[in-house]
């Protein structure tokens, strides 16, 4: 990357997230609640990008390393007692785990197999959630305990039933993961990254560890899933399947798509976009689903690349 | 591959302006509007409805009985003189939407209350933000979380019983008329496990004994793997099943049992919204079914159950008045009319005239103990039970005779009341 185009993408990074910041000063309550959310979701959508948009590997399993955080926070949290910081912490580390666990397996399959295997991993992983009822409490799920909506940290204590602490929450967990992105595709190692994306047969003629490339990236990204999975559980109070199941993967392939995968903001602006859609959408109609569907039928017509890989193309070919 | 303006995928200005006008245009519309429009000093009332997803079949209704409750709320002159406005979101019978849905009645549109969740585990996830957010929350849901003492403050289910009264008042009839040796088959979910739990315990009481517990995934499809597991002594197959994929449960059972079945007794939840003339379910001729409400009219139909039927649009077979086919969730909508009239009932008694009263709606809640048949509660008088927030009522067992739903036996409402030391009233407001 050039000097210059390392500083506009810095620059515009740095834009967005004091704009996303500021906006929960003008908000009205509703919409720091959708923002919340929307950042936490931005959070996993950004760790699928990471493995579709700069290694090139669709995984259509990743609502199993969202569920894995989720999971990982809300159980240790609801049975065990633990503070909100250790269970985080858990949560992230046990994602990252699980990440190179499967990853050490799918990543020895390619193209439609690796989809496949990611969907089946992630498929036994939902069932897991159900089985283990007695734990997870299956499809109805656990609501955190009033003790749970509390954070300790350094002698302070963060309300989280509180709107605004939930938002900054948030989009620090955004914010560093954004930053931590930055930092590592504008390294040495996120370039291996994207020659493995562009030619993994040469990548690996010049001597590069392609294996070890891609879980180290299938590591990352299933650890951002898995950090926004537990964010998810700890910022609203329950956890539940719904999120272990397919449609939760899917989800983050049209949060990616929408926005542009292979670009760092695409994913935010995608979930941004999609959650908001769904939203509106579903006071119109009980075919939201449809009318959402035809949408992305549309944007992927107009802007095949996603809003900001169509962008990329034509106006800024300096975007990350 | 080289690409410029004349391509199809190209992107040229009129494209832009043309999107951006259509996106502007949508979110320009009343939809996003909306809460800017609602209507001042009146009384709003959010009512998440399972618009799709599972709960769909039941949603539909629900929403037309609450329209229909509204309605004729409205024409008594409103609740303390306010109009009531009704706003309705799709929950998509999911447990996340159920919640943020919750949140955006709370922080948008700012109701005065919810009412209408249905399916147990969506309630389950809904209830505790609804007691975060200290938002008067209406369930009909018949989950036995109230009793439980697991939810809160804010939760009330005032319009139907809940499964442990139902089974529990249920248990003695069965045991004596039916057999006492039952294989259950039930969702296997929360919604299930209370069937399982609590009448197993119940006809455990009666000197009978569950021998077989047969519990199928909410998702599953196809059931004919599952009924090889009923055991031979089975005297009583008692079968209750959600879904889209009900239907399908009840012919293949059918199939399955032929002409040698022993009695069967069954949640009409297994049969609500299928129309009892469907071919395949003639063997059903004779075995009996629980109906909260009973979807036909019965040869001493009260006034106030024409009344209930006349307004939402059912006729004397629970059909829609307008289409013969379209078969209503009778057994469990009117929990939703019911609902609205308690609630009204409470804003009276408290005086209600906006939110900074909810509290004071709660504790007027709080102290209702007895509802009297009526057209407010036209499934029949209840006992409301101040400490649990559940209500307690009356259940009825039908037979099926002719295709048609006969009842048989109707249970008091001492018959399920139950003892629970759990208590709202000593949680904080």
Known sequence: MTKSAYRNNLFLTGVVLVLLFF???????????MGTRMM?????????????????LLSLGHAMFFAAGLYGAGLTVYHFGWSLPAAFGFAVLASALLALVIGAVVLRTIRVSFMIVTLMFAQVAYLMVLYFAEWTNGQEGLSLPLSARAVHLFGATLDLSSAITRYNLAFGLLALCLMLLFAYLASARGRVATAIRDNEGRTEMLGFNVFAGKLEMFVLSGAMSGAAGAAYALLFGYIGSTFASFQYSIEALLFTLLGGAGTLLGPLLGVLLMVAMIDKLSELTSAYLLVIGVVLIVVILWFPKGILGTIRERWAPWLL | MHRDSKTFLALSRRNILKTAGG???????????????????TIKLGAPIHRTG???????????????????????????GRQVELIVEDDGTDPKRGTEVIEKFASQYKV?????????????????????????????????LLGAGKLNRYTFQPGITDVRSQVTSMAPWIGDTLGKKVTMIYPDYNFGHDHRDFFTAAIKAQGGEVVGKIAVPPTETSFTRYFPQIPPSTEVIYHVMVGPAVL???????????SQRPEIFGFIDSLEGVDFATPQLGFLEGSYFWEAYPRYAQANQSEFDKFFREKVGV??????????KDISTYSHMFSIWETLFVMKQAMELSNYKGEAQKKDLVTAMESISTLAESREHPQGAKLFNGKTHQVFGSQNISKVEGGKLKVVHRTSIEDGLYDTDADYTKMAL
């Open chain 2, 23 to 41: 996106a502007a245009a949508l979110l320009a519309s009343p939809a996003i509007l909306r809460p800017g429009f609602a209507q001042s000093g």
């Open chain 2, 315 to 324: 006729d004397a077979n629970g059909a829609s008045v307008k289409d013969g």
């Open chain 2, 54 to 80: 599972i709960g769909a079949s039941y949603g539909r209704w629900y929403e037309r009985t609450a329209t229909a409750a509204v309605k004729v709320v409205n024409e008594m002159g409103g609740i303390n």
């Open chain 1, 23 to 33: 906006l929960q000063f003008v908000l009205p309550d509703y919409h720091v609640l």
């Open chain 2, 248 to 258: 399908t449960f009840v012919k293949e059972l059918g199939d399955y049992l032929g």
């Open chain 1, 40 to 56: 936490v979701l931005a959070v996993f959508a950004l760790g699928f990008n990471a493995l579709l948009g700069y290694v090139g």
């Open chain 2, 112 to 144: 005065d209350a919810v009412f209408g969740h249905l399916f147990s585990n969506v309630v389950a996830a809904a209830a505790p933000r609804a007691g975060e957010l200290k938002m008067p929350y209406f369930i009909c849901s018949e989950a036995s």
